[in-house]
């Protein structure tokens, strides 16, 4: 039989070597509250549905009325759960949550040494890299470095406030709204809105000529 | 709450068994309280079957990266300039008073 280099196309895709000890623990720890009747196979998926539906469309939405109504931003960053709340956005089960704003002369960045502290109800899940190791021992450390490898050189005359999340606390970027943007409806400008550009490691979209 | 926003605090060294919520980078370090977040559950005994109480109350506290990592540069492509600062929150169980700062003999 002849030897191959790279693996055979044709062989069906295999399932991942075993579980790991955690996925175990999990999936007993599951299985058990199933079977005693506390929780569904059905909950679970749809609390795993209703995790992975959410985007940073709803922080987007929150981030573009700040930018056309003053009066919201100041509630915004006052009291950001109360502010979205007038949005009709079910806050409920939210973490407590604070919104910094980015201004030409301070940009705010986010991260969460200590794991994964996220603003998911708003952003939807995180991207891999903000939970990477490199970036959450980094940018507490070296900020602008990291930046840079965004794409984002700040001048050294803006101070850069890098917030480490570790606690009950949820931190929002308000992202500064791009110049060349006064026409553009509330919605337009929402498109503007990067999920990136609410964890502070770049600015706000550009409008496109 | 005997912090209040403005007020000089330490953050305390400590190596308590179980999880805390206080990375060791920031630790003996001297920052500012900045903000008062409120009162919430203890996650160092909630995270281990107990209700959390006594509440502790969380603080955002400020410090300047010079002051964490003592080497900072002026030039655009340093890792961090003069002003920069960062922000972390921690409970209150791992403040002290520090004093106000000194001028150098």
């Keep these: 039989m002849h030897e191959h280099d790279t693996p055979d196309p044709h062989l069906p895709l295999a399932e991942d070597a075993g579980l790991t000890y955690y996925e175990q623990r999990v999936e007993a720890i599951q299985a058990l509250l199933i079977e005693k009747g506390l929780l569904s196979a059905d909950d679970v998926r749809r609390a795993v549905e209703d995790m992975d539906a959410r985007s940073p469309a709803v922080g987007a939405r929150v981030i573009a009325r700040a930018w056309v109504d003053p009066h919201f931003k100041q509630h915004l960053l006052a009291d950001a759960k109360a502010a979205i709340a007038t949005l009709g956005i079910d806050v409920d089960t939210w973490s407590t949550l604070v919104a910094v704003e980015n201004t030409p002369a301070i940009h705010n960045v986010v991260v969460c040494t200590l794991c994964s502290c996220y603003p998911r109800s708003l952003l939807g899940v995180p991207p891999d890299w903000y939970k990477s190791l490199n970036y959450r021992a980094r940018v507490v450390k070296e900020p602008r470095t990291v930046l840079k490898e965004f794409g984002l050189e700040l001048a050294s005359d803006i101070e850069v406030r890098v917030y480490d999340s570790t606690a009950d606390m949820r931190y929002l970027v308000i992202p500064q709204r791009p110049a060349r943007t006064e026409g553009l409806s509330e919605e337009a400008l929402a498109g503007l809105v990067t999920r990136d550009s609410m964890i502070g490691v770049t600015p706000a979209r550009e409008p496109q000529k | ?105």
């Excluded at chain 2, 008073?97 to 003999?105: D, H, I, N, T």
């Design chain 2, 1 to 105: 709450m005997p912090y209040q926003p403005g007020d000089r605090v330490r953050i305390r060294v400590a190596t308590p068994s179980g999880h805390y919520w206080t990375p060791t980078y920031i630790q003996g370090k001297v920052g500012i309280i900045e903000a008062v977040h409120g009162a919430f559950r203890n996650p160092e005994t909630l995270s281990y079957g107990g209700d959390g109480r006594p509440k502790q109350t969380l603080y955002l506290v400020r410090f300047d990266q010079t002051h964490i990592w003592a080497h900072a540069e002026s030039a655009a492509s340093a890792p961090f300039c003069q002003n920069d600062r960062l922000l972390i929150d921690i409970y209150e169980h791992w403040l002290e008073p520090a004093p106000p700062r000194v001028s150098k003999e």
